[in-house]
């Protein structure tokens, strides 16, 4: 153990400290398990931690508020002031830097973190349960296998815009980057929020996406819910629907633009791994219906048409006969995954034009849905028309959309 700064620290108190600068503060297993990177840290990793953390309160470093409650036990810990000024030191911060705050390149050497106040690195102790999901969430995807996925937190990750000449300001409570460039904002969800903050939530979103998109600034891929798993045994099909129903009423066109995902806490790895993979999973779906639909469906030629959003994913297929041709409306999804729903909204508006397309001797033989998918099968809600004042439009094209439906499990 050697003399910085004044402290005593070890290589192992430096990245805790470094841990609790970063997240704003985690229990004790938390920072076991980031530490150790394992999700069932030994008894005796454990009480590793809590001993360095007691030397850490006892040179005033760290400091902690007790937890109450079923969902989390022992304490929250957290950097004092003196704390922080330590850590800005060990990470070589200089007075005024900014930063884009992302955790995995700053730790690979790149100066990413900005010099912030002492009151935005505090957790926020209004909200302490909402803040350990979202470090639960951090630490599934710093423990994945084979895969790093950059993320920072709210303080980088919001944007302030303006709308109608006033200032306003979107607040996901993270980001999460995936390859190709892909953003995803996260936001932890506790079914606390009401239908119609949900609906306020999302307009605030739709505005920062006007105002993005007139400067130029790239759109988010998807803006992704994420639950306890609790959520997931008890009431997520009915969560699902709330939340996509308020998505749906207010995005408008972005619903094309930015996808809407909502999984729990367990699921976080498999999320991970679907969305890196979709690009290869849509040509596979690709290469897999053409082969099929020639082989066993009596079609001599299949034309693929992608989203307008997005080249490397299937908007649909028409396959040919010598007299015919029959629509195939596509889709790889995710288990709760609003693609599906405002990708048909779409693609039903534009039918009429698809149809005008086709050259004679062609004939119309029908429309079909295909959806692909590599773990559970997406949840297709039967009773949003009963409890959601969506436009009549929406509801139609949700029951046609159960009309002529197959699902397809793929292999991830």
Request: charge should be neutral.
């Amino acid at each position: 153990m050697a003399k910085i700064l004044g402290y005593q620290l070890s290589e192992t108190s430096i990245k805790l400290l470094k841990f609790l600068f970063y997240y704003r503060g985690m229990t004790a297993l938390q920072l076991a398990k980031m530490y150790f990177k394992s999700h069932n840290p030994t008894a005796v990793q454990k009480s590793s931690v809590h001993n360095y953390l007691r030397k850490l309160k006892d040179q005033k470093l760290v400091t902690s508020k007790k937890l109450d409650g079923d969902n989390y036990v022992g304490s929250l810990y957290y950097l004092t002031q003196a704390g922080l000024e330590v850590v800005k030191s060990l990470l070589n911060i200089e007075d005024g830097q900014t930063g884009t705050g992302y955790i995995l390149a700053n730790e690979n050497k790149e100066d990413t973190q900005a010099d912030l106040e002492y009151g935005i690195y505090k957790p926020p102790m209004e909200q302490i349960h909402h803040h350990l999901i979202l470090i639960d969430f951090f630490v599934r995807l710093r423990l994945m296998s084979n895969q790093q996925v950059d993320h920072r937190l709210s303080m980088y990750a919001s944007k302030e815009y303006e709308y109608n000449g006033k200032e306003a300001k979107i607040r996901p409570d993270a980001e999460v980057v995936l390859p190709y460039d892909r953003h995803y904002c996260i936001e932890i969800d506790r079914a606390t929020e009401s239908h119609s903050q949900l609906i306020q939530k999302f307009e605030n979103y739709r505005h920062y996406f006007e105002y993005a998109e007139e400067i130029n600034e790239k759109l988010p891929t998807a803006i992704v819910f994420v639950t306890d798993e609790k959520q997931y045994q008890y009431g997520m099909n009915r969560r699902w629907t709330n939340v996509l129903a308020a998505y749906l009423k207010t995005m408008g066109d972005y619903a094309l633009k930015v996808n809407l995902f909502m999984l729990p806490l367990n699921k976080v790895e498999h999320f991970i791994r679907f969305e890196t993979y979709r690009p290869q999973l849509n040509r596979k779906v690709q290469t897999l219906l053409e082969k099929t639909l020639i082989q066993k469906g009596n079609y001599k030629d299949v034309q693929t048409f992608k989203q307008p959003t997005d080249y490397s994913s299937i908007d649909y297929m028409i396959a040919f006969t010598q007299t015919k041709y029959h629509v195939y409306f596509v889709r790889v999804a995710y288990e709760y995954d609003a693609s599906i729903f405002s990708g048909f909204h779409h693609f039903i508006n534009n039918l009429g034009d698809i149809h005008r397309k086709q050259q004679t001797p062609y004939k119309p033989s029908g429309v079909s849905q295909a959806i692909f998918y590599t773990d559970e099968r997406p949840f297709l809600p039967d009773y949003m028309r009963k409890n959601y004042d969506l436009p009549q439009e929406f509801l139609s094209h949700l029951e046609l959309l159960s009309q002529h439906l197959s699902m397809y499990k793929l292999p991830l």
